[in-house]
């Protein structure tokens, strides 16, 4: 497994912006697809975006597309989620997580097996 570590959390306004870095540890970065997901107090852990490991595809959820942009640097095993436009609403921890499994629904989070502790983001209106 990969070992991740989240940073970039915060306060910040509504409409505000965030970006959000997940350096990884442990294997070769290159051959793990990528994800961000998120958990709001009482709720479910919900997923934001991905990307794939060879290609770079990306995914997103709905409700952040257009406004949040995952990225991968593999020469600094680093994953980024550029966030702006940000609503009270998506408060909440946000935890990045990987995968080397092959051919998976990158919008589950059955599908990752390495977390990271998560990194806090509030949006105050």
């Known amino acids: 497994q990969v070992q991740l570590v989240e940073s970039g959390g915060g306060l910040v306004q509504a409409g505000g912006s965030l970006r959000l870095s997940c350096t990884a540890s442990?294997?070769?970065?290159?051959?793990?697809?990528m994800g961000w997901f998120r958990q709001a107090p009482g709720k479910e852990r919900e997923f934001v975006a991905a990307?794939?490991?060879?290609?770079?595809?990306?995914y997103y959820a709905n409700s952040v597309k257009g406004r949040f942009t995952i990225s991968r640097d593999n020469a600094k095993n680093t994953l980024y989620l550029q966030m702006n436009s940000l609503k009270p609403d998506e408060t909440a921890v946000y935890y990045c997580a990987a995968t080397s499994r092959k051919n998976i629904n990158l919008r589950g989070a059955g599908s990752f097996d390495s977390w990271g502790q998560g990194t806090q983001v509030t949006v105050s209106s």
């Open positions: 990307v794939n490991w060879i290609d770079s595809i990306t």
């Open positions: 442990g294997r070769t970065f290159g051959n793990y697809a």
